[in-house]
């Protein structure tokens, strides 16, 4: 079960689709000629379009040849990112300081066209939704389309994602049971002392060697807290103090961002941080506020489905193609909150071994497996929903 050669047929029509699509990034909640273009190809293809959750995202409705109850959704993001396109090629970035550095240009279009050919087969039971969201970056697009009421408008059984991935060869996919990207979190805290001459430290409260005594014991919450065989991260991005030779600054700004694939590693990392903080403050009579942001929760596949789409990719590229064996990834990913809601699982499609890596000002998504991602998007709502 290779490419599905009706999909090979138009190829060239997906790939000026996604040449449009990356010339025109749009960033978060501001995809409208994005969100226009993906609605006007529903329309062409016969299928009922659904515009406005989450503002900008666009949800088509295919019904299969045989009528049934069950229905499953897939999901692709439309956003670019804030990124200088550093691609010479025709198709480079003509909205300034605006990229798809991510590759949601090439998932929108492998969902377009998979929807082109289920349109046109219809050979499944059921309903199939086409999810194309805003947002993915930063913005929690995915959140905002389940707070507006994607599933309860649009009722499924099941919700199914993809990304491309750099370094995994074209022809590969990858997906694994359980968590597949981590929890996304951030904090900022602020260490508050008293000022003073450098010279007479003892006037004041030196908020920067109290500041370091944290970033330091922060260190710890991972390798002596956490279990040993749990993952987190613990990252201190910024330290922000001061701006003279010979001045104590009154305060020190900290700021960074934390993974992890559990939530009880997140509930730790926050209890433990917020612990540490205050109470080394509290040691040299600081005064600490301290803000901690939940953004993404991790990206958890369940294994029903996950099982159910290794079938299916084993079927198109073969066994060997298929990597089950793969590290997850402590980056994050908004489908997280479909998951949250639904069953479901989140695929990796190899973008080839030698392409740059996600949010690269050179990267590009790999044309050659447009037909391959829409060749998995119809095989699986044909597996999933299978006629008896
Ligand atoms: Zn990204
Ligand atoms: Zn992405």
Avoid at 54 to 69: H, I, N
Avoid at 103 to 128: K, P, S
Avoid at 279 to 306: C, K, L, M, Q, S
């Amino acid at each position: 079960m290779p490419i599905i050669n009706r999909i090979a047929d138009f190829h060239p029509e997906l790939t000026a689709w996604r040449h449009d699509i990356h010339a025109h990034p749009e960033t978060a909640f501001e995809e409208h000629r994005t969100a226009e273009f993906v609605a006007a190809r529903l329309n062409e293809f016969g299928i009922k379009v659904h515009r406005g959750l989450a503002g900008t995202g666009v949800v088509g409705t295919l019904q299969g040849s045989t009528p049934g109850k069950r229905a499953i959704a897939l999901r692709a993001d439309m956003d670019a990112l804030h990124v200088h396109e550093k691609n010479a090629f025709g198709h480079a970035s003509r909205n300034a300081g605006k990229m798809h550095a991510c590759g949601h240009d090439g998932h929108t279009t492998m969902l377009l066209g998979a929807a082109r050919y289920l349109a046109e087969t219809r050979n499944f039971a059921g309903t199939v939704h086409f999810v194309f969201q805003p947002a993915e970056e930063n913005e929690g697009g995915g959140r905002k389309m389940v707070e507006d009421g994607l599933f309860t408008k649009f009722p499924v059984e099941s919700v199914y994602g993809m990304h491309n991935w750099p370094g995994l060869a074209v022809g590969e996919f990858a997906v694994r049971s359980g968590p597949m990207m981590a929890c996304s979190d951030s904090f900022e805290i602020i260490v508050a002392g008293k000022g003073a001459h450098a010279a007479m430290p003892h006037l004041g409260i030196d908020p920067i060697v109290i500041a370091a005594q944290i970033v330091t014991a922060f260190q710890t919450i991972v390798s002596r807290n956490a279990h040993p065989l749990e993952s987190g991260v613990v990252t201190v991005t910024q330290f922000h103090a001061g701006d003279a030779w010979n001045v104590i600054p009154p305060e020190v700004v900290l700021r960074g961002t934390t993974r992890a694939f559990k939530a009880a590693v997140q509930d730790l990392i926050e209890e433990r941080m917020r612990a540490i903080a205050e109470h080394i403050g509290a040691a040299y009579g600081a005064r600490i506020d301290f803000r901690y942001f939940r953004r993404y929760p991790p990206t958890v596949n369940t294994e029903a489905e996950t099982e159910l789409a290794a079938g299916v990719l084993q079927g198109i590229v073969g066994e060997a193609a298929v990597r089950r064996d793969i590290l997850p990834s402590m980056g994050a990913e908004d489908f997280s909150f479909m998951l949250r809601e639904k069953p479901g699982t989140y695929v990796w499609i190899g973008n080839g071994e030698d392409r740059e890596n996600l949010h690269h000002p050179g990267y590009d998504f790999n044309d050659e497996i447009l037909p391959l991602g829409a060749t998995y998007w119809s095989r699986l709502v044909e597996t999933a929903l299978a006629k008896c």
